[in-house]
C-alpha cells in the first residue's frame, strides 16, 4: 500500500472506524500470508524505481507515441520479468506468483502490452497443443521472448463460429508442407492482438485439407515477419486494424496469406497428426480439445474480471468516503456521499461480487486442474460439463464486472468521467471481455446445451454431475418453500434455475410437436435458454462464494468473520430482490416476505457501511496499479485532479491558434 505524508482526513477517520484486521482479509484475497508476502515482493521489485513511468500522460500522446511508449514499457517490465522475478513468478504454473506478475503488469499498462497475447495465448496454445518434440523447440523459445507470438483465430467474417472459418491450410506431400491461404476478404484473420507491428510469429487456427478432404479446424504454427529485418514475408499481407473503444496500445491486427508454405512439423499436432503421405491421424478422444486455449483463457478471464472490479470499487469507495455533497440535515456540515444509502446499494455490491468473482476464480482454477489432470490420464469424462461451468461463469463475471464497474464510475459523479479516474479504461478493458474469447449470449448456450441433456438424465432418474446435481429435485411437483437463511437463498436460486431449464425443455418439445425441426424449437427458444443458463450460473457462484467464505474464515477473527458473512449475505439478498419475478414464480416467497428482505437488505448496508474503506484497503491495490486521481490512498483528490488538467496540452498556451484562425473570423463576421 503506497503511503504519503498527508492523508485526507475523512480517509483517516474511516480507517480509525473500521472494525477488523484489514490484512488478515488481504490474506484471505491472496489465498494465504505467504502468498501476499511474494506478491508484494514481486510489486516491490518491479515497482520501486520508476523507470517505466510515461514521459506525458498517456491519454495524450498519438496513437503512435502510446504504441511505441507500451513497447517501451513492456521491455522494461520484460527484462525485470526475465531478469529479476522468474524464478518468484512460476510461469510455467500459472499459479498465484504468475497472477502476481499479471497484477504487477498493471502498473505498467493502463490499457494493455502488446505481449498479452504471448502469455495470454501463444504460449497456452503451446503447452496445449503441441507433441513432447514440437514442445521442446517452441516453449524455451516463447519463454525466453526469442520469438514473439500471438493467437489468430477469428477471421473478419467469422468469430464465434469456428467451423465456419475459412483460411485454409492445404498439405502438400510433395514438398512436405501446408499451404495456407486466404480465399476471401472475410477470411482475413483479424482482432489478434500484438499482431499488427508486434510479433514475429502467429498460431493460426485454419481448415486442415489432406487429400482432398476437409479435417475441420487445426491450429499451426507460423512465422509471419523476418526474425532478423521484422519485413512481413513474402505471400503475407499483414497490419494493425485502428483505433478502438480499448486495448489501442495492444496493435490487433490483420493477416493474410497468398499460397504461404509451412513445413508439415508446423502444425501443432497433440490432438491430430498428418503423416508425411498425407494420411490424417486423429489422436484426441473428444471432439473438441483443440479448443483448449479458449477454455483456458476464459478461467482467467474469471480472476480478471474480480481483479478490475476490484480496482473500480476501491476508486469509487475511497472517492465516496472523501467527497460530501448536499445537506439533509441543515444544521450538519455536507455529509460523504457514502452515508447515502443508494451510493451503498451501489457500491457495496461491487465489492461482494469482486470477493465472489475471486473465489470463484480459485475454485475454477482448481477444478480446471483436476480435469486437466483426467485427461492427461485419458479421461475427457468432465470437460463437457467444465465447458459448460467455464463457459457461464466466464459470461457472467465479465458482464457483471462491466455493469459494476459503470456503476462505480456512476458513484463518481462528474469526475469518474475524467480519464485520470481511472475507470473508463478499466471499463473499456472488462467490457471487451465480455465479447472476446467467447460472446456473452454464446457462451450462455453453451452452457443451456448441457442443461438441458441435464435436465433429461435428472427426468430419467440417471445420475448428475455435481453442478447441476440439484436437478434431482425439480420434479417434486411442489414449488420450493422460502426460506430467507443463506442456504434457504441459494436452494431458492437452484429452485429457480431448475424451473427455467424444465420451462426451456417444456417449450422445446411443445414446439417441436407443434411440427418444427429440432433446430428451429431450439432457436425460438434462445431468449429462455439463456435466462436458464444465467440463473444456474448464478445459482453456482452463489453457492460456491458462499461455501468458500465459511471454509476460509473458519478460523479468523470474529470481526473479520463477521464482515466477510455480510458480504455474502449482501450478495445473496441483493440477487433474490433483484430476481423477485422468478422467486416468486418458483418459490412459496410471499410478498411479505420480500418486504422483509428488501428491510434487511437495508440494515446490512448500515452494517457494512463502518468498513467499507477498510474492505477496499483490503484488496491492496498500490496507487500504482489504480492509475486514480480519485481512488489513491491517501485521498488526494482535488490536488491530483487539479496537478492532471494543468498536464493538458491545451494549458501549455495562454491562447491557442485556433482562435485566431477560425474563431475571431466568425466573431468579427468576416466568415
Ligand atoms: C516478459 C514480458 C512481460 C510482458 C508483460 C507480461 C504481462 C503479463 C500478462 C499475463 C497475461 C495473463 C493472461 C491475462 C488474460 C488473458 C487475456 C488474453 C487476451 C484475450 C484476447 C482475446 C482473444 C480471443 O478472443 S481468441 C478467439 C476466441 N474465440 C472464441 O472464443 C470463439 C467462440 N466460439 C466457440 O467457442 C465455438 O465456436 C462454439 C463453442 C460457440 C461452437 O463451437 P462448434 O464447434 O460449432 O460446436 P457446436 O456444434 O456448437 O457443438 C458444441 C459441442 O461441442 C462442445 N464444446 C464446444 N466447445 C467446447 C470446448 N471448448 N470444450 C469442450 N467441449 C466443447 C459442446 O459442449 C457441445 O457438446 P454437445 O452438446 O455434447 O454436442
Ligand atoms: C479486444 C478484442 C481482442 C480480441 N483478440 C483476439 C485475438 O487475440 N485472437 C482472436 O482470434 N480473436 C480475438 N478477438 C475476437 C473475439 O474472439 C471475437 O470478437 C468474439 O469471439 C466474438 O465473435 P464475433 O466478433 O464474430 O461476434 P459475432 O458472433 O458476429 O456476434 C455478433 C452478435 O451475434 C450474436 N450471435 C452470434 N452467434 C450467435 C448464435 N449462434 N446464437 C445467438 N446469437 C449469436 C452475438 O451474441 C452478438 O450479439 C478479440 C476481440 C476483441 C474485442
Known amino acids: 500500500m503506497s503511503q504519503t505524508t498527508e492523508v485526507n482526513p475523512d480517509l483517516v477517520m474511516e480507517r480509525a472506524k473500521c472494525n477488523f484486521n484489514v490484512l488478515e482479509v488481504t490474506h484471505l484475497i491472496d489465498g494465504g500470508e505467504q502468498n501476499t508476502l511474494q506478491r508484494k515482493k514481486i510489486e516491490n521489485i518491479a515497482l520501486n524505481d520508476g523507470a517505466w513511468k510515461d514521459p506525458i500522460g498517456e491519454e495524450h500522446m498519438t496513437p503512435k507515441e502510446k504504441y511505441e511508449n507500451s513497447v517501451r514499457k513492456t521491455c522494461i517490465y520484460g527484462s525485470i520479468v526475465k531478469n529479476e522475478l522468474a524464478e518468484l513468478s512460476g510461469m510455467e504454473s500459472f499459479g498465484m506468483n504468475f497472477l502476481a506478475v499479471r497484477r504487477t503488469a498493471d502498473a505498467f499498462f493502463k490499457e494493455v502490452t502488446p505481449l498479452l497475447q504471448q502469455f495470454g495465448q501463444f504460449v497456452p496454445t503451446i503447452l496445449g497443443q503441441c507433441t513432447p518434440e514440437q514442445l521442446s523447440c517452441w516453449l524455451p523459445k516463447a519463454l ?16 464465434t463460429f469456428i467451423r465456419g472459418l475459412e483460411t485454409t491450410a492445404t498439405y502438400d506431400p510433395e514438398t512436405e508442407e501446408f499451404v495456407l491461404h486466404s480465399p ?27 487429400k482432398g478432404e476437409c479435417h475441420g479446424t487445426y491450429p499451426f504454427m507460423v512465422p509471419i515477419r523476418d526474425e532478423d529485418t521484422h519485413m512481413p514475408l513474402p505471400g503475407i499481407k499483414v497490419g494493425e486494424i485502428g483505433p478502438k473503444m480499448g486495448y489501442n496500445t495492444g496493435d490487433n491486427g490483420f493477416l493474410a496469406f497468398n499460397n504461404y508454405r509451412i513445413p508439415r512439423e508446423n502444425m501443432l499436432m497433440k490432438h491430430a497428426q498428418v503423416l508425411k503421405d498425407g494420411t490424417y491421424v486423429k489422436v484426441a478422444r473428444h471432439g473438441k480439445l483443440t479448443y483448449g486455449t479458449m477454455v483456458f483463457v476464459r478461467v482467467v478471464l474469471v480472476s480478471d474480471a474480480a481483479f478490475n472490479l476490484a ?8 472517492y465516496s468516503a472523501i467527497r460530501r455533497q448536499s445537506r439533509p440535515r441543515p444544521e450538519e456540515p455536507e455529509p460523504q456521499v457514502l452515508d447515502y444509502a443508494t451510493q451503498q446499494h451501489k457500491l457495496f455490491i461491487a465489492i461482494a461480487t469482486a470477493h465472489a468473482f475471486q473465489l470463484c476464480s480459485v475454485w475454477l482454477w482448481d477444478s480446471y486442474n483436476v480435469v486437466l489432470a483426467q485427461m492427461k490420464d485419458g479421461n475427457t469424462d468432465t470437460l463437457t460439463e467444465f465447458h459448460a461451468l467455464s463457459s457461464g461463469m466466464k459470461a457472467i463475471s465479465t458482464s457483471d464486472s462491466a455493469q459494476l464497474i459503470e456503476q462505480c464510475r ?26 472476446l474469447e467467447g460472446d456473452y449470449t454464446v457462451l450462455l448456450l453453451q452452457t443451456a446445451r448441457f442443461l438441458v441433456k441435464a435436465y433429461e438424465q435428472a427426468e430419467a432418474k440417471k445420475p448428475l454431475t455435481p453442478s447441476v446435481a440439484y436437478l434431482a429435485h425439480a420434479f417434486s411437483g411442489r414449488k420450493t418453500t422460502w426460506d430467507s437463511s443463506p442456504d434457504g437463498i441459494i436452494r431458492s436460486f437452484q429452485a429457480l434455475a431448475a424451473g427455467k431449464i424444465a420451462a426451456c425443455v417444456r417449450n422445446i418439445r411443445k414446439r417441436m410437436q407443434a411440427g418444427l425441426s429440432q433446430v428451429d424449437a431450439w432457436e425460438m427458444s434462445t431468449i429462455q435458454l439463456v435466462a436458464a443458463a444465467e440463473a444456474h450460473s448464478r445459482a453456482v457462484i452463489a453457492d460456491t462464494y458462499r461455501r468458500e467464505i465459511v471454509r476460509l474464515t473458519a478460523n479468523s477473527s470474529p470481526n473479520v468473520k463477521a464482515v466477510m458473512e455480510q458480504l455474502t449475505i449482501l450478495y445473496l439478498y441483493y440477487w433474490a430482490l433483484e430476481r423477485t419475478g422468478d422467486l416468486l414464480m418458483y418459490t412459496s416467497v410471499s410478498e411479505k416476505d420480500l418486504v422483509d428482505l428488501q428491510e434487511a437488505y437495508e440494515e446490512l448496508l448500515l452494517k457494512i457501511r463502518p468498513n467499507a474503506v477498510g474492505l477496499v484497503d483490503a484488496f491492496d491495490l498500490r496507487d500504482e496499479i489504480l492509475h486514480s486521481t480519485l481512488g489513491s490512498y491517501d485521498g488526494r483528490v482535488y490536488e491530483r485532479l487539479m496537478e492532471e488538467a494543468l498536464k493538458s496540452p491545451l494549458n501549455k498556451e495562454p491562447v491557442n491558434q485556433a482562435h485566431f484562425k477560425y474563431l475571431k473570423p466568425l466573431i468579427q463576421g468576416k466568415l
Open 144 to 159: 525466453g521472448l526469442k520469438i514473439i507470438g500471438t493467437y489468430a483465430q477469428t477471421e473478419l467474417g467469422h468469430g
Open 184 to 210: 476471401t476478404l472475410s477470411s482475413y484473420k483479424w482482432w489478434a492482438g500484438g499482431l499488427g507491428k508486434t510479433v514475429n510469429y502467429c498460431i493460426v487456427v485454419a481448415q486442415l485439407y489432406t
Open 311 to 318: 480496482k473500480a470499487c476501491t476508486i469509487a469507495v475511497r
Open 410 to 435: 456512476h458513484a463518481c459523479g462528474g469526475h469518474g468521467y475524467m480519464i485520470s479516474s481511472g475507470i473508463p479504461n478499466l471499463y473499456n478493458y472488462v467490457t471487451a471481455t465480455r465479447t
